[in-house]
């Protein structure tokens, strides 16, 4: 596996910071696709190097995938400023084109991950809407406050985990997000909304379900 690479994409309202590491050339099967990781809140301390999204990205470069996490506009070294979810959404459509065209040449075919922790998760299932990934993974998803579309036409490619002690994104608002799209919700029982003493737990789940 690479180490992290850094550098900057042109996004829509300035440079966006990105990172991404590439699995073992010679890994059995080859590259299992492409994933886009999307950080929490970034008016609440949300980073790309953020605990979660730091353990988003280990499991699914191990898992294959060309792996990348960036920040949205006005976090670290990334231009612009916050746009309350509307423009973080088109920081995401920037990042995989950037990648499809940059580092996957020749390569349209691989399937494509999106995968978002809080915020990030929402506003992954804004971008789903358009990008039409092969697999979603929402974790602790804020779906109620960004007001986040159905996914149902992703139904059986979504992955949703959550803690049932979760106080910043109640469990509630994700079972009544999810329940009228049949879609299923991975809990994990005892973990609050960062996982804290439970990462092992989520390590665990993505290894078992997100194989391409």
């Not at 999106?114 to 990008?131: T, V, W």
């Not at 092969?134 to 804020?142: E, G, I, M, R, T």
Request: with cysteine; aromatic share 8%.
């Amino acid at each position: 596996m690479s180490a992290p690479q850094k550098f900057f994409i042109d996004g829509p309202a300035g440079k966006l910071e990105t990172a991404l590491a590439e699995p073992d050339a010679a890994r059995p099967g080859g590259i299992a696709g492409i994933a886009v990781i999307a950080h929490p809140h970034p008016l609440y301390g949300g980073t790309m190097d953020s605990k979660i999204v730091h353990t988003l990205f280990k499991v699914l470069l191990e898992l294959g995938f060309v792996t990348v996490k960036f920040n949205f506009r006005g976090v670290g070294k990334s231009g612009g400023t916050y746009d309350n979810g509307v423009g973080e959404v088109e920081d995401v459509l920037a990042v995989v084109e950037a990648i499809r065209n940059q580092f996957a040449a020749g390569l349209d075919d691989l399937p494509l991950l999106l995968a978002g922790f809080s915020f990030g998760g929402a506003i992954q299932a804004y971008a789903a809407q358009r990008l039409n990934p092969q697999k979603l993974v929402l974790v602790a998803p804020s779906v109620e406050r960004l007001k986040a579309p159905p996914v149902a036409g992703h139904a059986a490619s979504t992955l949703i985990i959550h803690g049932d002690r979760d106080d910043v994104v109640p469990l509630q608002s994700v079972l009544n997000w999810a329940a009228p799209q049949e879609l299923p919700v991975m809990v994990i029982p005892g973990a609050e909304h960062f996982f804290h003493g439970r990462l092992h737990i989520l390590r665990r789940i993505m290894l078992d379900s997100c194989r391409l």
